[in-house]
């Protein structure tokens, strides 16, 4: 099992910036992808980003080049850097814990809010 802890919603205004932490504690494997997906009442919910455990990052066309990710390994950590908000970016954002080596998991956090007024 494998225990997720987001950090760092709040409300923001537009053009502003937030640091969302994830922190996963339990069982947790060598070879994970790691990543954010956000939900609002009017989507389904969406990637944001993710990180693999060899580099490589996705990342939601809507976002690309205001939001970074990075992991720390040491700290069983993953943080989601936004930059220059817009209220678009609204939403319950989720921490997400995914592996399919030895065996298929996926874990979820309890989500935290980001909210970004206009």
């Known amino acids: 099992q494998v225990h997720l802890v987001e950090s760092g919603g709040g409300l923001v205004q537009a053009g502003g910036s937030l640091r969302l932490s994830c922190v996963a504690s339990?069982?947790?494997?060598?070879?994970?992808?790691m990543g954010w997906f956000r939900q609002s009442p009017a989507k389904q919910r969406e990637l944001v980003a993710t990180?693999?455990?060899?580099?490589?990052?996705n990342f939601h066309d809507s976002v690309k080049g205001r939001f970074t990710i990075s992991r720390d390994d040491a700290k069983n950590t993953v943080y989601l850097q936004m930059n220059s908000l817009i209220p678009e970016d609204t939403a319950v954002y989720f921490c997400?814990?995914?592996?399919?080596?030895?065996?298929?998991?996926?874990?979820w956090g309890q989500g935290t809010q980001v909210t970004v007024s206009a």
């Open positions: 997400n814990y995914f592996e399919q080596f030895p065996h298929w998991r996926e874990y």
């Open positions: 339990g069982s947790i494997g060598s070879i994970v992808r």
């Open positions: 990180l693999a455990a060899g580099g490589v990052a």
